[in-house]
């Protein structure tokens, strides 16, 4: 284990305060080695690292082999299709055959929740948790708050309003268990039928109203709407999506002057976030993806051991 | 001839607690005597000391699956009814979930023959409702009578047309069969793995609501009233299905219910781990909902005590949670978790007796002997006190998965008489 005291990163309930901290003070300080000339230190020389993604990605997938390669490391992808689970393979036994090729870690994107906690317990190698199923996504939840710490300074008592499906987001989740953990406070609005049960057990603010969920707000963070969810009637059409939740101008008229506006990617333009909000001065949606980068660099600096 | 000596004979018939010492002669209780007045002698092939010790009529589990014919790698007669011995239960009803569906007089005969020759306690088969549990034929409840059924269940699932439910009551009650009913409505728990609530929320898995359960609940209690024939809930797990039953009983609708141990022992916040042991259908509720279910089994609401063994393989269980299958095994634990519910003052001793052997008998029709001179010798004695850690190695049963492996139990069954033979033995000692 490294000094950094954690084998994995499997959910942002396991990192303390002073963790997150700690991961984005490396970020801040990795950052600058994505715009020099030559991308590459020799910081991970000679580790290997898989990227197993279970689910299609391209985002956080290129983020994570990115941030692995300018730290020098060698990087292995396997795609659900190239891999052996298409034979029928057990999860549990492909992670013991990667095992076996002795990488410094794995990071695993899946589409059922808990993967990731299932083959950590089971392999003695560091795992990652780049998305389970509906689940979390702490990668993604770090690099939010790299962002919002690096446009608003501070993230302790900023207002943020997440917006969408958020029983269906595993981001929208570690989101909210970050910012709350960091003391922010959070607002949720959405279609009733994609908020879950009991929400308000995160301690976050449940809205009726999405344009009185962003009222007053530094931050909106909007959700990727999965098409199919239409087809389980969780909202009757796109349009009216668009109409009552999408992320528009006329929505932003009700925030903070300065607020931003975050989005995960990929985005369905004109359905939960208009273009022309996506495209403004407002939004900080590309510096969330060159975060991403910086953000990975500290995880995997840290957890293949980076001294704390 | 057998002595056991000394034991505390619970009778749930006449709810009476007494001193006895039994006399066993062949497959007959011989002698039934107050303690000390039979004499040790050589007369005796062996003498059981059961100071300390409870004794009762052998248990009565109405929901067992024993996976034979079709998943023998799971469990199979053998191994299902050496777990029930084990367990304390000498007679145990079987699910029809096999491979093929226990729908037609072949494989009822099948698993009765098969148990006759290898069983080591007495399986009753329940039959499907509908031909391979498709909910769309009825089957033939008659001729499954017949060569021994003892009820009908499409258990995994509900019988959702409302009319074929409908003429199962009817149909069977003609039979003399009871209907065990699975009440879940799938649309709405569709794609769930556990309590849809507070839990689920944090842990990011999909759920299953209360609703879900309470629906067919509601609409077997309408159809029982309907067509005043009886109905069985099987695996109570809800506060709402409570009130449900709780109301149907004041109105006089022949219903009656069951619950499994893990639903008073155990709620929602044991899934935390991802632990698909703790994954089972219905799924561990809330905290409330395991107080309704207690009061419910201390008010009479809820009949039976009935485990819903449900072995699985590691193929089944070590994999991704959504992709687990649901069940968990029971036979080795309902004793010692019962007498949890006893030694909470929640349930009398002869109450949670006969909720394990009288109650259950009496719904599925079968004989049920009570300990009595000249009977058949039915008896499982249990030593209350024993403390001890479930380990794979004591649980008989093919599948291990259980969430209580690695926990500490208190109370072991020490040893079970079926028909006047010793069928199980502990081997575990202070």
């Known amino acids: 284990m490294s000094a950094f005291g954690h084998k994995d990163l499997l959910s942002i309930k396991q990192l303390s305060v002073s963790d997150i901290e700690f991961i984005l003070e490396v970020a801040t300080s990795l950052k600058e080695l994505i715009y020099r000339d030559i991308k590459k230190v020799p910081t991970l020389r000679g580790k290997s690292i898989i990227n197993f993604f279970y689910e299609p990605s391209t985002r956080t997938k290129t983020s994570f082999e990115m941030a692995a390669k300018i730290l020098g490391a060698d990087t292995i992808s396997i795609s659900a299709s190239t891999s052996s689970m298409v034979k029928g393979e057990t999860l549990i036994d492909t992670a013991k055959n990667l095992e076996a090729m002795n990488p410094d870690i794995i990071v695993i994107r899946h589409s059922s929740t808990g993967a990731p906690h299932l083959i950590a317990k089971r392999i003695k190698v560091g795992v990652i948790n780049a998305g389970d199923g509906i689940n979390e996504h702490p990668t993604q939840a770090l690099l939010d708050l790299f962002t919002i710490k690096e446009k608003k300074g501070e993230i302790k008592g900023l207002e943020v309003a997440i917006i969408g499906d958020i029983a269906h987001s595993r981001v929208a989740r570690s989101d909210i268990i970050a910012l709350k953990k960091m003391g922010a406070n959070v607002t949720v609005a959405g279609p009733p039928t994609m908020i879950p049960m009991e929400v308000e057990s995160f301690g976050v603010r449940l809205c009726h109203d999405p344009y009185e969920a962003v009222k007053g707000k530094d931050v909106v963070i909007g959700l990727r709407i999965q098409l199919e969810r239409q087809k389980k009637n969780l909202f009757p059409s796109l349009r009216e999506y668009s109409n009552m939740f999408g992320i528009s101008k006329k929505m932003l008229e009700f925030t903070k002057p300065d607020a931003i506006v975050m989005h995960p990617g990929p985005m369905n333009r004109g359905v939960e976030i208009m273009s022309d909000v996506a495209d403004s001065g407002r939004s900080v949606i590309l510096d969330q993806v060159t975060n991403g980068v910086a953000v990975r660099m500290a995880i995997l600096y840290l957890l293949i051991g980076g001294q704390k | ?430």
């Not at chain 2, 022992?265 to 994954?279: E, F, I, Q």
């Open chain 2, 1 to 430: 001839m057998i002595l056991i000596k000394g034991g505390t004979v619970v009778d749930p018939v006449k709810d009476r607690i007494e001193k006895l010492d039994i006399v066993i002669d062949k497959d007959r209780i011989k002698d039934l005597v107050p303690c000390g007045k039979i004499f040790e002698s050589d007369q005796f092939e062996f003498i059981i000391d059961a100071q300390g010790m409870i004794i009762t009529r052998g248990l009565v589990d109405m929901h067992v699956h024993l996976r034979e014919p079709g998943h023998e790698y799971k469990e199979d007669i053998r191994s299902g009814t050496l777990a029930a011995v084990a367990g304390g239960f000498t007679d145990i009803a079987c699910m029809p979930n096999t491979d093929p569906v226990n729908d037609n007089a072949s494989v009822t005969k099948f698993i009765l023959e098969k148990a006759a020759s290898q069983g080591f306690c007495r399986v009753h088969p329940i039959a499907a409702i509908t031909v391979a549990q498709q909910g769309k034929k009825l089957t033939e409840f008659g001729e499954l009578k017949k060569v021994g059924a003892v009820a009908v269940s499409d258990d995994g699932k509900s019988v959702l047309n409302s009319d074929l439910m409908r003429r199962a009551l009817e149909y069977a009650s003609y039979c003399g069969l009871a209907v065990i009913s699975h009440c879940e409505d799938p649309f709405i728990s569709e794609g769930g793995v556990m309590h849809e609530g507070r839990i689920s929320t944090q842990l990011g898995l999909p759920g299953i609501p209360a609703a879900s359960e309470e629906i067919m609940v509601a609409r077997d209690i309408l159809l029982s009233k309907l067509t005043k024939c009886p109905v069985h809930i099987a695996h109570v797990s809800t506060a709402g299905s409570v009130q449900l039953i709780k109301m149907a009983k004041e109105q006089g609708i022949p219903v009656t219910a069951e619950t499994a141990p893990h639903y008073f022992s155990l709620d929602h916040t044991a899934v935390m781990d991802y632990d698909t042991n703790t994954k089972v259908n219905p799924p561990l509720r809330t905290e409330e909902d395991v107080e309704a279910i207690k009061s419910a089994l201390k008010e009479d609401i809820i009949d039976v005590i009935a485990t819903d063994h449900a072995p699985h393989s590691p193929l089944e269980k070590e994999v991704e949670f959504d992709r687990a299958e649901f069940g968990m095994i029971g036979l080795q634990s309902a004793v010692p978790l019962v007498l949890d519910l006893v030694r909470e003052g929640v349930l009398e001793l002869t109450q949670a007796i006969k909720k394990l052997s009288v109650n259950p008998a009496f719904i599925l029709n079968i004989s049920w002997e009570n300990i009595n001179i000249g009977q058949k010798a039915n008896l499982t004695i249990i030593d209350p006190e024993f403390e001890y850690v479930l380990t794979e190695e004591m649980i008989l049963s093919k599948s291990k998965n259980t969430p209580f492996l690695g926990k500490k139990l208190k109370g072991l069954v020490k040893f079970t008489f079926v028909d006047g033979e010793l069928k199980f033995t502990s081997k575990l000692k202070f």
